[in-house]
Nanobody, 126 residues
């Protein structure tokens, strides 16, 4: 059974930083690209960042580019999202997801991911 478990969310003031982690089990992690998405109240889930299966390619949404960094540790089967200079509009539930096909690059399309974590809340106060 594939399982993704996020952690690291919390409450932070604007301008602060948080680091999210997502531990994956039940699938050969090192073969799959990973993604981060978020969903704010009343809004659809949106793409945040993704990293290729080998860690050589990353992509970001325009709203987080330059502030967020996605990385992975294949030995720990964990993907990370380092979030700096947080803004109130970053407030959302953050989800990690694993792609449905091996050896692929990063994608910003939800349909490319077939398993998701339960989410972790990030709240940024102004």
């Amino acid at each position: 059974q594939v399982r993704l478990v996020e952690s690291g969310g919390g409450l932070v003031q604007a301008g602060g930083s948080l680091s999210l982690s997502c531990v994956v089990s039940g699938r050969t992690f090192r073969l799959y690209a990973m993604g981060w998405f978020r969903q704010a109240p009343g809004k659809e889930r949106e793409f945040v960042a993704a990293i290729s299966w080998n860690g050589k390619e990353t992509i970001y949404s325009d709203s987080v580019k330059g502030r967020f960094t996605v990385s992975r540790d294949d030995f720990k089967t964990t993907v990370y999202l380092q979030m700096n200079n947080l803004k109130p509009e970053d407030t959302a539930i953050y989800y990690c997801a694993i792609q449905n096909t091996i050896f692929r690059g990063p994608y910003n399309v939800r349909d490319e991911y077939d398993y998701w974590g339960q989410g972790t809340q990030v709240t940024v106060s102004s």
